[in-house]
Protein backbone atom coordinates (compact mmCIF):
# COMPACT_ATOMS: atom_id res chain seq x y z
CA UNK A 1 0.00 0.00 0.00
CA UNK A 2 2.79 2.28 0.99
CA UNK A 3 4.67 1.27 -2.66
CA UNK A 4 1.59 2.52 -4.16
CA UNK A 5 0.86 5.86 -2.23
CA UNK A 6 4.62 6.65 -2.98
CA UNK A 7 4.06 6.22 -7.14
CA UNK A 8 0.61 8.19 -6.75
CA UNK A 9 2.70 11.24 -5.05
CA UNK A 10 4.79 10.96 -7.98
CA UNK A 11 2.33 10.67 -10.69
CA UNK A 12 0.58 13.60 -9.16
CA UNK A 13 3.08 15.75 -8.75
CA UNK A 14 4.09 15.06 -12.50
CA UNK A 15 0.59 15.82 -13.01
CA UNK A 16 0.66 19.25 -11.69
CA UNK A 17 3.75 20.16 -13.50
CA UNK A 18 2.11 19.44 -16.61
CA UNK A 19 -1.01 21.75 -15.90
CA UNK A 20 1.19 24.41 -15.16
CA UNK A 21 3.54 23.96 -18.04
CA UNK A 22 0.26 23.48 -20.71
CA UNK A 23 -0.69 27.04 -19.10
CA UNK A 24 -0.61 29.80 -21.82
CA UNK A 25 1.86 32.12 -21.93
CA UNK A 26 -0.29 34.80 -21.04
CA UNK A 27 -1.89 32.93 -18.03
CA UNK A 28 1.84 31.80 -16.60
CA UNK A 29 2.81 35.11 -17.04
CA UNK A 30 0.09 36.52 -14.47
CA UNK A 31 0.92 33.96 -12.34
CA UNK A 32 4.47 34.76 -11.52
CA UNK A 33 3.92 38.55 -11.87
CA UNK A 34 1.09 37.80 -9.16
CA UNK A 35 3.69 36.31 -7.03
CA UNK A 36 6.53 38.48 -7.94
CA UNK A 37 4.55 41.32 -6.97
CA UNK A 38 3.44 39.96 -3.21
CA UNK A 39 7.66 39.01 -3.07
CA UNK A 40 8.11 42.80 -3.79
CA UNK A 41 5.65 44.54 -1.62
CA UNK A 42 7.37 42.34 1.38
CA UNK A 43 10.89 42.68 0.37
CA UNK A 44 10.41 46.69 -0.06
CA UNK A 45 9.95 46.62 3.65
CA UNK A 46 13.07 45.04 5.15
CA UNK A 47 15.75 47.21 4.88
CA UNK A 48 18.95 46.90 3.02
CA UNK A 49 17.27 44.82 0.15
CA UNK A 50 15.84 46.84 -2.67
CA UNK A 51 15.12 44.08 -5.62
CA UNK A 52 14.53 45.75 -9.34
CA UNK A 53 11.47 43.83 -10.07
CA UNK A 54 12.45 42.42 -13.29
CA UNK A 55 15.11 40.23 -11.81
CA UNK A 56 13.09 39.48 -8.84
CA UNK A 57 10.43 37.90 -12.14
CA UNK A 58 13.36 35.87 -13.15
CA UNK A 59 14.26 34.69 -9.65
CA UNK A 60 10.97 33.60 -9.02
CA UNK A 61 10.01 32.02 -12.96
CA UNK A 62 13.72 29.62 -12.40
CA UNK A 63 13.33 29.36 -8.75
CA UNK A 64 10.18 27.81 -9.27
CA UNK A 65 11.37 25.24 -11.93
CA UNK A 66 14.07 24.74 -9.36
CA UNK A 67 12.06 23.71 -6.38
CA UNK A 68 9.12 21.67 -8.50
CA UNK A 69 11.82 19.44 -9.39
CA UNK A 70 13.29 19.42 -6.20
CA UNK A 71 9.88 17.62 -4.84
CA UNK A 72 10.08 15.60 -8.04
CA UNK A 73 13.81 14.12 -7.45
CA UNK A 74 12.82 13.40 -3.42
CA UNK A 75 9.28 11.96 -4.90
CA UNK A 76 11.21 9.39 -7.26
CA UNK A 77 13.65 8.45 -4.96
CA UNK A 78 11.33 7.46 -1.75
CA UNK A 79 9.13 5.59 -4.68
CA UNK A 80 12.36 4.25 -5.83
CA UNK A 81 13.28 3.34 -2.82
CA UNK A 82 9.51 1.68 -1.24
CA UNK A 83 9.96 -0.12 -4.00
CA UNK A 84 12.98 -1.83 -3.12
CA UNK A 85 15.19 -0.70 -5.97
CA UNK A 86 18.94 -0.47 -4.00
CA UNK A 87 19.95 2.98 -3.73
CA UNK A 88 22.64 3.79 -5.95
CA UNK A 89 19.87 2.63 -8.66
CA UNK A 90 17.29 4.51 -7.15
CA UNK A 91 19.33 7.85 -7.17
CA UNK A 92 20.57 7.25 -10.78
CA UNK A 93 16.83 6.97 -12.00
CA UNK A 94 15.12 9.61 -9.76
CA UNK A 95 18.18 11.62 -11.58
CA UNK A 96 17.58 10.45 -14.76
CA UNK A 97 13.45 10.38 -14.87
CA UNK A 98 13.47 13.99 -13.55
CA UNK A 99 15.84 15.06 -16.56
CA UNK A 100 13.66 13.56 -19.22
CA UNK A 101 10.62 15.06 -17.71
CA UNK A 102 11.98 18.02 -17.61
CA UNK A 103 13.21 17.71 -21.32
CA UNK A 104 9.81 16.51 -22.62
CA UNK A 105 7.94 19.30 -20.63
CA UNK A 106 10.29 22.02 -22.32
CA UNK A 107 9.41 20.45 -25.53
CA UNK A 108 5.87 20.64 -24.25
CA UNK A 109 5.56 23.90 -23.93
CA UNK A 110 6.65 24.65 -27.67
CA UNK A 111 3.25 23.68 -28.56
CA UNK A 112 1.49 25.99 -26.40
CA UNK A 113 0.20 29.94 -27.26
CA UNK A 114 3.12 31.96 -25.90
CA UNK A 115 5.56 29.18 -24.21
CA UNK A 116 8.72 28.23 -25.68
CA UNK A 117 11.40 25.57 -24.80
CA UNK A 118 14.18 26.69 -22.58
CA UNK A 119 17.10 24.22 -22.62
CA UNK A 120 18.29 26.21 -19.80
CA UNK A 121 15.25 25.21 -17.94
CA UNK A 122 16.59 21.80 -18.29
CA UNK A 123 19.34 22.62 -16.42
CA UNK A 124 17.53 23.72 -14.09
CA UNK A 125 15.59 21.43 -13.11
CA UNK A 126 17.96 18.92 -13.53
CA UNK A 127 20.08 20.94 -10.50
CA UNK A 128 16.70 21.29 -8.59
CA UNK A 129 16.42 17.04 -8.77
CA UNK A 130 19.54 16.62 -7.44
CA UNK A 131 19.21 19.20 -4.95
CA UNK A 132 16.05 17.27 -3.68
CA UNK A 133 17.89 13.69 -3.92
CA UNK A 134 20.92 14.37 -2.08
CA UNK A 135 17.94 16.56 0.58
CA UNK A 136 16.47 13.07 0.62
CA UNK A 137 19.73 11.18 1.10
CA UNK A 138 20.81 13.09 4.24
CA UNK A 139 17.21 12.81 5.99
CA UNK A 140 17.15 9.22 5.54
CA UNK A 141 20.96 9.20 6.58
CA UNK A 142 20.48 11.21 9.51
CA UNK A 143 17.14 9.23 10.51
CA UNK A 144 19.23 5.72 10.36
CA UNK A 145 22.07 8.11 12.50
CA UNK A 146 19.29 8.55 15.22
CA UNK A 147 18.04 5.31 15.62
CA UNK A 148 21.40 3.75 15.60
CA UNK A 149 22.18 6.22 18.79
Do not use: C, N
Amino acid sequence: MHVKIAWLAVVFWMGLIFFFSHQPGQESAALSSGITQQLHSILTWLPLIDFEIGLLHALVRKGAHFVVYLVLGMLLLHALRTSGILIQKAVFFSWFISTIYAATDEYHQTFIPGRVGDPVDVVIDSAGAVTGIIIYLAIHGLIRWKKRA
